[in-house]
């Protein structure tokens, strides 16, 4: 393995980033097809098929839509964090995915290519601070439109939003416990033997809810209740700005898909035929069409069942499941 | 523990209806016969001879509960009558955004002449275009109705159609 020059490897950067943010965009909107399609089939419908074969153009006429919407700034708002509030949290969630390695390094001519942006000895912590700088963007956004119903929105959004970072937190932890390492390439590594789903299917599974909350999935989508808000935080927003809110949690989505994958489903790891990027991708899919199953399964929960949901179910089951796996740890040496 | 069972009952529930068939119908790619019965726009025939059915009676415009129509009668020209009765339907408004399609007005009608079609595709970028007037309700086609024997004054008249018009509807030309 050679050493790359920096200025090599500057450039190996940016044109990552410059894929990566195609790719998380592409994906988002493919995403958001995925999505409509699948929904359809489950209410017996066939979701969008007007646009394209198989609706596969749709995603350019939303996009298109989305460009020539009127963009409105409410007359009242602060207008610098008015503007700001939706790049921050496009931004964010962007940024998060930079430490996410879609396979194991890459070897090309002698350069060892790792398949992330950065790797980081402390991957994960890196994605957590970033998903949690999110909370910013639909706080301001919420404040800064001067509307008592973005107000609240945003209030609740945040509220929502932090109200899960602990039992996420203490179920990453368990991860890392077992896993003995913060970086992302070697939790999966650690994995070779089994998946962490079968070692620790209670953390699985609770991650699967944290997860959902943290990305404001079904049933947790409460920032955007529409029979009890507006629409929450995003209220007044419209056009393309609306569209960055609606991008970044799509975004998330997928990191918290890419996270469940890398922590408890081995990651790359998979039987040979296949790429390993391509055994990530599908992994990521799957636990995409599971989330996408259970938003046109379960109705949305009251504001209180969900904080209870969080602080008196999925705390004190993650504590012990981190209690279990430390002793575990220590015990086994 | 039951809340879990619940869940994961509802998972399978929609696992099963994904597989189902699609009741999905592309419509305007594929439309479905409607029934028989299904109201909707208003139509004014025309007998077998190309007379008008309407005599301007007004009756629908009296049954109608959203008064939705508006109808103006004027004496038919004995030489050159637009319907076999002494009068016709010289103005004839039906507001389609006012209008239930109740039927009422169909029910109302003495001469069969009002009829609510299948054609139910009403779009318009104004509210004035959807007040149909003359123009668009009476239907240009010919129906298989004789004239009846012993109901109309024994007048008669040749079919005027396509032969110019009375005065009264160069008067609602104007009015459009
Ligand atoms: S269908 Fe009913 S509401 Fe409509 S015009 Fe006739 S009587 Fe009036
Ligand atoms: S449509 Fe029928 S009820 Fe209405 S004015 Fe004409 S004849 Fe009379």
Redesign the pocket.
């Known amino acids: 393995m050679t050493a790359l020059s920096p200025l090599l490897w500057v450039a190996g950067v940016a044109i990552k980033s410059l894929i990566l943010v195609l790719l998380l965009l592409g994906g988002f909107a493919y995403l958001l097809l995925f999505e409509r399609k699948i929904l359809g089939y489950f209410q017996f419908r066939v979701g969008p098929n007007r646009v394209g074969p198989w609706g596969l153009l749709q995603p350019v006429a939303d996009g298109v839509k989305a460009l020539f919407k009127e963009d409105i700034v409410p007359a009242q708002a602060d207008r610098t964090v008015y503007l700001a509030a939706p790049v921050i949290s496009l931004f964010m969630a962007l940024a998060a995915y930079a430490v996410i390695p879609v396979g194991p390094p890459l070897e090309v001519a002698g350069y060892t290519i790792p398949l992330s942006i950065a790797d980081p000895g402390a991957g994960v912590l890196v994605v957590l601070a970033f998903s949690s700088l999110a909370v910013y963007g639909v706080a301001l956004g919420g404040w800064a439109s001067q509307s008592k119903y973005a107000l609240l929105g945003g209030l609740r959004s945040s509220a929502q939003l932090i109200s899960y970072e602990i039992a996420m937190a203490l179920n990453i932890l368990s991860v890392l416990v077992l896993a003995g390492s913060v970086r992302l390439a070697d939790i999966v590594e650690a994995q070779r033997s089994l998946p962490y789903a079968i070692v620790q299917p209670l953390g699985f599974v609770l991650y699967l809810v944290c997860a959902a909350a943290e990305s404001a999935r079904a049933p947790f989508d409460l920032p955007e209740a529409e029979t009890e808000l507006v629409a929450g935080y995003h209220t007044e927003y419209s056009g393309l700005r609306m569209a960055m809110f609606f991008i970044s949690e799509y975004i998330h989505l997928i990191t918290q898909s890419s996270l469940i994958t890398l922590f408890y489903l081995g990651g790359w790891l998979g039987p040979g035929f296949l790429h390993p990027v391509a055994w990530f991708v599908l992994k990521v899919a799957a636990v995409l069409f599971f989330f996408i199953w259970v938003r046109a399964t379960l109705p949305r929960l009251r504001y209180d069942q969900l904080m209870a949901l969080g602080w008196k179910v999925l705390l004190p089951l993650a504590v012990v499941n981190l209690v279990a796996y430390a002793s575990w740890a220590a015990l086994a040496g | 523990m039951s809340a879990v069972k619940g869940i994961l009952k509802g998972l399978g529930t929609t696992w099963r209806l994904l597989w189902e068939r699609k009741h999905t119908v592309p419509y305007p790619d594929r439309r479905r016969v409607r029934s028989p019965r299904f109201r909707g726009r208003h139509e004014?025939r025309r007998y077998a001879n190309g007379m008008e059915?309407?005599?301007?009676?007004?009756?629908?415009?009296v049954a109608c509960p959203a008064n939705a129509?508006t109808?103006y009668?004027a004496e038919n020209d004995p030489a050159r009558p637009h319907s076999p009765g002494e009068r016709y339907?010289f103005r004839?408004e039906i507001d389609l955004l006012r209008c239930i399609y109740c039927g009422l007005?169909e029910e109302?009608?003495?001469?069969d002449?009002?009829h609510l079609t299948q054609q139910f595709e009403l779009a318009a970028f104004s509210r004035d275009a959807l007040v149909y007037g003359r123009d668009l309700l009476v239907s240009p086609e010919a129906s298989p109705f004789a004239i009846p024997d012993g109901v109309y004054p024994p007048f008669h008249g040749v079919t005027r159609r396509g032969e110019g018009e009375p005065a009264g509807v160069e008067g609602e030309r104007e009015r459009a």
């Open positions: 004014l059915m309407c005599v301007g009676c007004e009756l629908c415009q129509i109808v009668a339907a004839y007005c109302a009608c003495p001469t002449a009002l």
